[in-house]
Every structure is written in structure tokens, then in C-alpha cells.
């Protein structure tokens, strides 16, 4: 073994010497052989001829010996690399355009997998992610799942089960940092104070919480993130101990978490983490039923238990809990991977995007796979004489695909080049709310992939010429002289890959014709709202400040007077939620005179409080009854107005005007109202979603310490919002006012995931249609250069161009009508695995599934036109001139 | 058979010329000379196989080669067995040993 790699190296290394001894055995060799004839009485010359015939040529045994050694492996890549680039750098329009189509190939993937790797591949950025568990509520009955989990709930399960090593509760808000320069919200995880152990997070500074600084009646402490602490603190060592002021409230800093800690579900920059019992919002449904389920649960399952075991245990404890809490009964508890939580609705979309690119990038081999063929058409001569020399089939067929590595590699080089910079291009667009977002990057794995995919790709459009190489006669080729037609078999194969090429591209347009089709839908969805000059804001009030209903319905009352005067204000209100932009709160409620629920149903609607211009700033239309007015306060008798939607579904077919309903938001308790009006219903979750039964209840008898203001006005969106902003610090200079935005722009926002794939997966579907167009341009071309020779024939015969453009306009048909063929069903099975990210549109969208064909027969027109008029310029003396 | 030399059996080369060099260290030409004459002209070695062999059987330490005078005092490349090859051959003749009188069984057996 080592004696072999010694001598390949000294093969390698002293090449001359080896040579030269090489030489002089068989020289030596030679002549004892010769020596031998001429003493059985041969002339020199017969001697040399019939050894040369009984012992084989030297120079043959010398090819067979150097090439017999493992060296000789690296001897011939050395050599054809050599010899290829030589052959690239001679055609570099050729080059040129295999080196794009694949940098973009393979840069689209990359691009794109780097995304898949950060956000689906890599593990959870803790330690032992594996472990890690979401625990949900769910009422399977009455089709909740993977909700929050009540407190209760959470205790019981902290504090009896025998499956996790800890358990711990989150949930967020905003709370407003005043001191230290501008009063400013910031992103407030609120924790159980097992959140940081459960995590395995270890501070930057300081401590993570402990079991006492969760306890009630505990010193009020809280964790800042690095970013918070940098730019509010500038980045003070001293900071620890310090105490800092949120909601007018004194907290002690005890630690700092590093810029590479990322909270699961509420992942922000500037962040703070207090404990559940220091939360002015939260910590009253510490003990308070009913059981508002809040709370996202996350545990570390211990050591060596399975899921099953788990799941036993929960359902052990879902039991317990049912006995002790009636009103609880139907709720279960479940677990799934922290992971899945975490990427479960990016899953499907990312991936339809990686296949998609994929295709792309198929298309782009059959492509270069068909510029290859033509090459090795032009290129058979060169091919078959050195078959006639010797060459071995498998050393062209070698030295072929190295050619074709080297396209790929190259093509790879520039296309992670292509995916740094589209990743760059693309981090703008991509969806904020994209978990583990800031984790992704072209990293080894990724410059592996690249690597890998560059060499499968290589050798799948290397495989064609090699084939195509191996089955050529020497004979043949150098007989016909290269001229006339080309032989069936490659152009089959030409064929073959134009109508694999137009499938592919059907299949892709399609996908992307859906998405276009279901994003134009959901843009064209009515909101039940009129957004258009509505600008809205957040204002919120300092619990610990502003701590009784009385004065947040004061505080909201002056504001709105205030704006109201204000110039070019046409209306403005408050509001609790908005609808899309802040989603809802969901209300369970019972209707007066209607028999009793079963224990643990209940019927639900969202819940908004509004002050009384809120409509006519919407646009909300008003049904039946009346809206709310300066009457309806908190002294005057509970009224309610209601949706459509809700008064089809609970009052069918009867008159819900002066019918009462009992509900209430937990701060003002439960009460009965009157309702006094039916409003439009709005798309109050999200465009994509049915309007769900809506709860509206004035303002001043319930009011809120924090809201949305909206205002709508004909002034700009800035002056609008200066104006909002001057009149709400003219109030109380310590109040933010954040999240100004126009309306329009937060529905806007609010599509942006399927737009963003839309985007991206239009995008690759123009690229594949335009590599489609060449792929069918470059085979129609190729069949009129070949047959130049038979088109002037035909014209010397009497055939008229028209008939010869009739001639390339069928083999062009056939080819795209067959590629249809091929395509649409393949499409269609496709389309079926995204139904899900389909709105009001089926995978089987007659107008897509008709406009994609439609597209590529055009494109397919086009792509011979230019062929077809060489063909018909044919001029039949100069075509047979070379005969 | 006897008046045109065949082709040798697969794989029996390397054999062959190692039992050649058992008796003494010889040069290229008189290992096809002799692999003739031992064969009685059934077997010829072309130049291409057998120096490839040489070069194999070196590279796996069962021979070994030196420059020394020939007779006619010309300058050749001798090869000679190592240890090693010695108890190559050993086994290897046991082997071949073993199968042909497994497969003369056979052909006789019918």
C-alpha cells in the first residue's frame, strides 16, 4: 500500500525520470527480442515488423503502463481540465450563457435554501432543542386548537407532572419606558419565572429570574434585551441594580440577555422580560376564573421519555382538572415540537418555493443539456477521429464530463455570488413575522449545498452529450463528411428535452398563476370597512398612573374632543382592537331568554369597545336600530351593537333589536345589554378569513386603558399623525404614541406573506418561461439550420415559403402541444398540494389552467419565428451549393 | 491449440510470472521468453499486459527491481521475488491447485 502511493508520487513527481526508465526497459526489451529473430536469420527489418505484430506496439505498452496507476487518475483530470478550459475559452458566448443560466439556477436555490436551512433545517437556537415542547389548550369539540393555556392550568401542570424537567408560561404586550430620553413602548415578554432554566438561557449580565421573583408581593424586578440596553442604557456595565420605569412604575434591573437570545413566538429587538406577577395587564388572571386561556406553554421533556408517555400524563392531568374545574370540561391538553410550533405555517410555503426553484433550475439543465447536444453534434467530428486514434469510450465520455463539471462549478461559484446578493435583495421583502429570521445566511451547509448542487446538476446535463457520444460511429461521422442530416437519435433527445422543458414550465406558471389569481382575490376583498384616509395610532396609558376605568374613559374623552377641533380632522374615535391590525378579543356571551349552554360550551364573538364616531370613521354601515351617541355612557342603561353576522347566525328569522345579551371583558365585569343596532359585518382577523359574529360596545362603559385612534383626514398621513401626537403630549407629555401607520398600508402588511410568494414564485415562473423560449428557439433553430440542405430541395421543386413557414410552425406545435399534453395533468396534481395556501380559488382554476397553455403556445410562436423566416429566406442555390 | 498461442486465462498472470521469478531474478524479455518456453509455446505475453503486471506486482511489494548487466553486458531492469511474493505464490498455487482438481472433478464427473 505504501510502497504503491510512493511510487504513484514518484510517478507523479519525477515524471522525466520515470519516463526515461520506462523508455530504456522497453528499448532494452525491444532489442533481445529483435536480437532473437535476426540470430534465427531475419533481416532487422522483418525482426522489428514481427515482434511489433507477436508482442503488441511500444508506445501502446507504454500508454498501457503509465496509465495503469492510480496516478495516472490525476495525470488525465490535469489534462482534460487543461484541454476543456481551453475548449470553453474558445466559445465564450457559449460558455457565457450556460455559466448564467446555471449561476441563476443555482443562485435561486441557494437563495432560497439558505431561508429553508435558518427557518425549517437547523435546530432551535437552545440547548438540547429536542427536548423542547409546546403545550396547548385545545377544545377539540368546539374546534379550538392550539390555543394558550390558562393559569390554573399551568400551575397544575408546573407543579404535578412527572414528564418535564420545567415548565414555563409567556405571553407579551407593550409597557411604556419613560425616563431616559423619549417615553417609548417596548416589547414586554411576560414571563413565569421557570422561562429562562426552561430555555437553558444563560444573561449577558446579571441573573435570569428565580423561583421568588415570580412569587406575588415579590420586589418588582426585570430582565432587559442587549439591544434595549445599548441603545436606551448605552450599553452601562453598571446597570445591574439599577432601576428603571415602566408604566410610571419603578423596576430593578438584575440582568441583561445577549443579542443572540431569541424569546420563541415573540421574537423582537428591543425587549424587556418581567415576571407574571409584576405584569399590570396579566397578572390578574393569576387567580381570577374564568380561565382565560392566555398563556403559550413551553417544557423541557425530561430525559428518556417518549411523547406517548407525555401524552398519558396530560391526559392524567386534563382529568384531574375537569373534576375540579366544571366549567373547564372539554378542554384537553396536547404537546407538539417546539420546532414545529415555531416554523408549522412557513412549512408549506417555503417549501412549494424551494421545489419551485428547483423546477427552474431543471429547466435550465434541459437547456444546457440541449446547447451541449448541439455542440457535441458539431463537435462528433473531432469526437469520432479521436475514437480513431484510440481513444477509449470511456476516456471521452470522461473527458466530456469534465467539461461539463467545470460549467457547473463555475456556474456554482457565480451563483452563490447570485444567492449573496439575492439574499440581500431579498431580506427586505422577506415576511417580518418569518420565525428564526435573523438566523439566515449562507453558512457552510449552504455553500455544501451549492457545491452538491452544482455537481448533481453538471452531471444531469453532462449525462446527454456523454450518451450521445457513446453511441456515435467513427465510420459514420467521417464518412458523411459531417454534412448532411443529423441522426434520429439526438434529435430526439432534443426533442425530448424541449417537451420536458415546456411541462416543467406549465407546471411552474400554474402554480404561480394560482397564487396570482388567489392574491388578486384576497386584495380585491371587500373589508367592510372603507380604510382609504384613515390613519391610525397607539395610545396607552400607564397602568399604575391612569388606574381606574373612570379616568381612562376621562383621558380618551379629552383626546378625541381635543382632535376633533383639531384642522382638516373629519372624525376621529377610539377604538379597542381594529380590526386586522391588532386581531380581537374573543368573547364567549349568552343570550337573555335563551335555555342555559351545557357546561364548557359556549358561544363566542369578538369584542370591541369604540367610541361614538368609530362607524363613520370606518365607514361601517349601519343595518338596523341606532348607533352609539354621547348618551350611551356610563351611567346610562347597557346597550350593544352587534354584526350581521351575529344576528344571522343566533337570531335567525327573528328581530334581535331590544333582545339583551350577558358578557363581559374581565376589567369591567360581566353585564347584560341591549341591543340597539345590527352594523356591516368587517373582516375583522384577516382578509383571507369569513367575518366572524362581532360585539361593539361603547367606549365609556367600558373603556380601556389602552386603544387605537383613528382619525380620518384629508390631510397627509405625517400631518395626521403630528397632529395626533401634539394633541395627545398636550394631554400628558409622558404618554407614546407608536404604531402610526395609514390604513391602507397596515392591510397592506397584512398580506405580505402571500404576496411575497406570490412575488417570488411569478418570478421564477417568468425565468422559466423565458428558458422555455429558448429551449424551443435553440431546438427549431438547429432542425432549420440541419435542414437547410432538404429546405432548398423542396423550394427548388416548387415548394413556396409559405408552406415551409406551415413546415417549422408544425414541428413547432407538435413539440409545445405535446409538452401540454405532458404538462397540464403534471400541473394540475401539483396544484393540489398547495390548495391550502389557495384563497377562493381551486387547483383546478379553469382560467389558469387555460392561460398557461395559452401563454406558452405564444411563447412557443414566437420562440420560431425567428428560425421560421431564416427557413423561408432559404435561398436554394447557395443551400445546395455545398453538396 | 499448440500451433497459435491463446490468450491466458484472467487473472493467472500475475501467478505466472511470479513462479517465473522463483527460480531467479531476471530481466522483462526472459520472463515472456520463458513463460513460452515453460508453456511450450501455448501462452504468449504482449509487452502492454506484461509490464503492466510488472509495475502492479511492484507496487504491491511482491517483487522488487534493480538495474544490473546483462550477459551480453547491456544495462536491464531485473525483478525479484520478496518475501512477501514468495508466500504470495505459496498460496496462490495452493489455490489454483485447489480449483482445477474441483473443476476437473466436475468435467470428469459428467
Known sequence: ?883 | MADKPSELVQGTLDMLILKTLDLQPMHGYGISVRLEQMSQGVFRVNAGSLFVALQRLQRAGLIKSEWKATENSRRAKYYALTEQGGSRLNSETQEWDRQVAAISRILEAS
Open chain 1, 1 to 883: 500500500m505504501l510502497q504503491n502511493i510512493a511510487s504513484g508520487l514518484r510517478s507523479l513527481l519525477r515524471k522525466r525520470q520515470v519516463e526515461r526508465e520506462l523508455d530504456e526497459e522497453l528499448g532494452v526489451y525491444l532489442e533481445m527480442a529483435i536480437e532473437e529473430k535476426m540470430q534465427q536469420g531475419m533481416t532487422r527489418n522483418d525482426a522489428l515488423r514481427a515482434v511489433r505484430l507477436e508482442r503488441g506496439s511500444l508506445e501502446v505498452t507504454k500508454e498501457a503502463v503509465r496509465s495503469a496507476g492510480w496516478e495516472s487518475f490525476w495525470e488525465i483530470l490535469w489534462q482534460d481540465l487543461r484541454f476543456a478550459t481551453r475548449m470553453l475559452r474558445k466559445y465564450p458566448a457559449f460558455t457565457g450563457v450556460v455559466t448564467l443560466t446555471l449561476a441563476l439556477g443555482i443562485g435561486a436555490n441557494t437563495a432560497i435554501f439558505s431561508v429553508v436551512n435558518a427557518v425549517l433545517l437547523r435546530p432551535l437556537p437552545y440547548a438540547n432543542p429536542g427536548q423542547l415542547v409546546f403545550v396547548r389548550e385545545g377544545k377539540p369539540e368546539a374546534g379550538i386548537t392550539g390555543l394558550g393555556m390558562s393559569y390554573p392550568t399551568f400551575t397544575e401542570l408546573r407543579d404535578e407532572n412527572r414528564v418535564f424537567s420545567a415548565v414555563a408560561g409567556l405571553g407579551g404586550h407593550a409597557l411604556v419606558l419613560t425616563g431616559n430620553g423619549e417615553p417609548s413602548e417596548v416589547s414586554t415578554v411576560v414571563v413565569t419565572s421557570e422561562f429562562f432554566s426552561v430555555l437553558a438561557a444563560e444573561p449577558l449580565l446579571g441573573r435570569v429570574f428565580i423561583p421568588k421573583d415570580g412569587q406575588r408581593g415579590a420586589a418588582p424586578v426585570v430582565v432587559l434585551s442587549e439591544s434595549l440596553w445599548r441603545e436606551r442604557f448605552g450599553g452601562d456595565p453598571g446597570i445591574v441594580g439599577r432601576s428603571i420605569t415602566l408604566d410610571m412604575r419603578p423596576y430593578t434591573v438584575i440582568g441583561v440577555m445577549s443579542a443572540s437570545f431569541h424569546t420563541p413566538f415573540l421574537n423582537q429587538t428591543n425587549q424587556v422580560w418581567i415576571p407574571l406577577a409584576q405584569d399590570p395587564l396579566f397578572s390578574v388572571w393569576m387567580t381570577r376564573p374564568p380561565h382565560e386561556h392566555w398563556m403559550a406553554v413551553i417544557a423541557r421533556v425530561r430525559p428518556g421519555i417518549s411523547s406517548a408517555q407525555v401524552q398519558a400524563e396530560l391526559e392524567l392531568i386534563g382529568a384531574r382538572l375537569a373534576r375540579e374545574f366544571p366549567a373547564e370540561k372539554g378542554w384537553t391538553i396536547g404537546i407538539e415540537p417546539l420546532q414545529q410550533t415555531v416554523t408549522g405555517e412557513v412549512k408549506l410555503p417555503l417549501l412549494l418555493l424551494l421545489a419551485a426553484v428547483g423546477l427552474v433550475l431543471l429547466i435550465g439543465c434541459a437547456n444546457v443539456a440541449n446547447l451541449l447536444l448541439s455542440r457535441a453534434t458539431s463537435r462528433s467530428k473531432e469526437i469520432a477521429i479521436r475514437i480513431a486514434l484510440g481513444a477509449g469510450r470511456r476516456r471521452i465520455a470522461r473527458q466530456l464530463l469534465t467539461e461539463c463539471a467545470i460549467l457547473g462549478l463555475l456556474g456554482g461559484l457565480i451563483g452563490t455570488l447570485v444567492a449573496c446578493w439575492g439574499l440581500a435583495a431579498l431580506f427586505p421583502l422577506l415576511p417580518s413575522g418569518l420565525p428564526k429570521f435573523h438566523s439566515i445566511r449562507v453558512d457552510r451547509f449552504v455553500l455544501l449545498f451549492a457545491l452538491m448542487l452544482s455537481l448533481a446538476a453538471s452531471l444531469l446535463f453532462g449525462l446527454v452529450p456523454v450518451l450521445s457520444a457513446a453511441g456515435s460511429d467513427p465510420h459514420q461521422e467521417l464518412g458523411q463528411g459531417g454534412r448532411a442530416g443529423e441522426s434520429a437519435g439526438p434529435r430526439r433527445t432534443r426533442a425530448f428535452l424541449a417537451v420536458g422543458e415546456i411541462a416543467l414550465t406549465i407546471v411552474l406558471l400554474t402554480g404561480a398563476g394560482l397564487l396570482m389569481r388567489s392574491f388578486a382575490q384576497l386584495t380585491s376583498v371587500n373589508p367592510g370597512f372603507a380604510p382609504n384616509h384613515v390613519v391610525k395610532a397607539m395610545v396607552s396609558l400607564p397602568q399604575f398612573q391612569y388606574s381606574t376605568p373612570k379616568q381612562w374613559s376621562a383621558f380618551s374623552e379629552d383626546l378625541i374632543t381635543r382632535l376633533q377641533a383639531q384642522p382638516g380632522m373629519q372624525d376621529s374615535a377610539i377604538a379597542g382592537p381594529l380590526p386586522i391590525v391588532d386581531c380581537c378579543i374573543t368573547l364567549a356571551f349568552q343570550i337573555v331568554g335563551n335555555p342555559p349552554l351545557q357546561a364548557g360550551v359556549a358561544d363566542t364573538a369578538n369584542y370591541v369597545p369604540v367610541s361614538t364616531r368609530y362607524f363613520s370613521v370606518m365607514g361601517i354601515p349601519l343595518l338596523r336600530g341606532r348607533l352609539f351617541n354621547e348618551s350611551d355612557s356610563s351611567s346610562s342603561p347597557a346597550v350593544v351593537l352587534i354584526s350581521e353576522a351575529l344576528a344571522k347566525r343566533y337570531f335567525p328569522n327573528q328581530n334581535p333589536l331590544g333582545r339583551h345579551l350577558t358578557f363581559g371583558f374581565p376589567a369591567n365585569g360581566i353585564v347584560s345589554r341591549e341591543i340597539v343596532g345590527i352594523v356591516g359585518d368587517i373582516h375583522d382577523v384577516s382578509l383571507g378569513k369569513e367575518p366572524g359574529p362581532m360585539l361593539y360596545v361603547p367606549f365609556a362603559q367600558a373603556p380601556l386603558y389602552g386603544a387605537e385612534v383613528v382619525v380620518k383626514s384629508m390631510l397627509s398621513t405625517s400631518a395626521t399623525a403630528g397632529a395626533i401626537r401634539s394633541v395627545t403630549q398636550g394631554i400628558d407629555k409622558n404618554l407614546p404614541v407608536t404604531d402610526i401607520a395609514p390604513l391602507p398600508d397596515v392591510l397592506n402588511a397584512s398580506v405580505v406573506q402571500p404576496r411575497f410568494r406570490t412575488l417570488l414564485l411569478g418570478l421564477f415562473g417568468a425565468i422559466a418561461l423565458i428558458l422555455a423560449a429558448v429551449g424551443i428557439f435553440g431546438v427549431i433553430s438547429y432542425s432549420v439550420s440541419r435542414r437547410t440542405h432538404e429546405l432548398g430541395i423542396r423550394m427548388v421543386l416548387g415548394a413556396q415559403p409559405v408552406l415551409v413557414l406551415s413546415m417549422i410552425l408544425r414541428e413547432t406545435l407538435v413539440l409545445t402541444l405535446t409538452g401540454i399534453a405532458v404538462g397540464v395533468p403534471c400541473a394540475v396534481a401539483t396544484a393540489r398540494l398547495i390548495t391550502h395556501l389557495l384563497f377562493k380559488v381551486t387547483p383546478y382554476d379553469p382560467v389558469t389552467l387555460a392561460l398557461v397553455p395559452f401563454a406558452l403556445l405564444a411563447v412557443a410562436a414566437l420562440a420560431s419565428y425567428i428560425p421560421a423566416r431564416r427557413a423561408m429566406k432559404v435561398d436554394p442555390i447557395v443551400a445546395l451549393r455545398y453538396e
